[in-house]
């Protein structure tokens, strides 16, 4: 890490600079909460995340994790970001973690919604692209 990745000592923050860290800590910390009683408490079997189809030319290895496990660590690490936000922020990384957290949550989502079966990404993103892409119209 860098000097200049930390503030120094002294340095002043506008009241809006303020706000939005403690705005966003509070989030982070209610979105610990939200996936530890929705995706973590309860949740039972391992998730397979299948990486790529059967015919692909290049074969990826599914990525099996035990649900509840994957979902109890997103929440430790939302409620590590939201402490650090609240106590001090990251400064000028606070968007690129908030970035990084959001696609945690959705990473627990999609082991939670896998949790005990398999889900293939691929083919949810193909499924996603053919209907969200306008196709041409038969003449």
Do not use: H, K
């Amino acid at each position: 890490m860098t000097a200049s990745a930390i503030p120094a000592p002294g340095v002043v923050r506008t009241r809006r600079e303020v706000r939005r860290a403690r705005v966003l800590g509070i989030v982070y910390l209610l979105l610990a909460l939200a996936v530890l009683f929705i995706f973590a408490i309860g949740t039972e079997g391992n998730a397979t995340l299948e990486l790529a189809r059967p015919d692909d030319r290049f074969g990826i290895p599914a990525l099996t994790l035990p649900a509840a496990a994957a979902a109890y660590a997103v929440v430790a690490l939302l409620v590590a970001a939201g402490t650090v936000q609240l106590l001090r922020g990251f400064g000028r990384w606070t968007n690129r973690v908030l970035a990084a957290l959001l696609l945690l949550v959705v990473f627990s989502f999609l082991t939670w919604a896998a949790a005990g079966t398999s889900l293939s990404l691929v083919g949810m993103l193909r499924t996603s692209l053919s209907l969200g892409c306008p196709s041409p119209s038969a003449p």
